[in-house]
């Protein structure tokens, strides 16, 4: 079975601050691990995906992510927080073999601080 | 906007009323997708469709009935609805060249008295 663990349900960063949102996973096989974000009340937006390649990959809004096979994690990062960052991010795992279904991670909301 | 477009934005019902929520996309894309997100509970996916065809049933309530005419048009037939059914309701699309990469609507805004 497949599973995707976001730690911690609130993340609160200074504007201006380097910012970290967790996402551990667990798979057998090559996962396709991505993050999308939900600004309120709105639908969620794709920001970035990993599949293969470079383990660094960026996304929209100055986001990127580093895959770690290891460590089993794809944590979410931007080295300086706006406010307008602040929304609700999910981290999300796909395995392109059998039922090809998403997992959602139970999302992490990120309250940046003016 | 993500080219998923789904109508109302909001719907109030009482229990026994039947309505409908209406999901429609022009990206050309071959799946799309019911999900329901709750209050502090994780997003949950209750149907998929492929080629108009349904591909996946997450064990939903027969209160909710989808129905995919063709690949830009998904409904949810809502009928009997009970207050814990008060949700965000999104719809979502995909295509096979972009494995789990999915567009989401902004949602519609369910609230059952």
């Known amino acids: 079975a497949q599973s995707v663990a976001q730690p911690e349900d609130q993340v609160n960063v200074a504007e201006g601050n380097p910012l970290t949102v967790k996402c551990t996973y667990s798979?057998?096989?090559?996962?396709?691990l991505f993050w999308y974000v939900q600004y309120p009340n709105r639908g969620l937006q794709f920001l970035l995906k990993?599949?293969?390649?470079?383990?660094l990959v960026k996304g929209s809004y100055g986001f990127e992510a580093e895959f770690n096979k290891s460590q089993t994690s794809f944590h979410l990062k931007k080295p300086s927080a706006l406010v307008s960052d602040s929304a609700l991010y999910f981290c999300?795992?796909?395995?392109?073999?059998?039922?090809?279904?998403?997992?959602f991670g139970s999302g992490t909301r990120l309250q940046v601080q003016p | 906007e993500t080219g998923v477009t789904q109508t109302p934005r909001h719907l109030v019902m009482g229990m026994t009323n039947k309505k409908s929520l209406k999901c429609e996309q022009h990206l050309g894309h071959n799946a799309m997708y019911w999900y329901k997100q709750s209050a502090k509970k994780p997003l949950e996916l209750m149907f998929v469709y492929n080629f108009k065809e349904q591909t996946e049933n997450n064990s939903v309530p027969s209160r909710f009935s989808p129905e995919c005419p063709n690949s830009s048009h998904l409904f949810l037939h809502l009928h009997t609805l009970q207050p814990e059914d008060s949700a965000l309701y999104l719809c979502a699309s995909s295509s096979r060249e972009r494995p789990g990469e999915l567009f989401f609507g902004e949602g519609s805004r369910l609230t059952v008295l």
């Open positions: 999300v795992l796909y395995l392109d073999t059998g039922r090809r279904a998403l997992t």
């Open positions: 798979v057998s096989g090559n996962p396709y």
């Open positions: 990993y599949i293969t390649g470079d383990n």
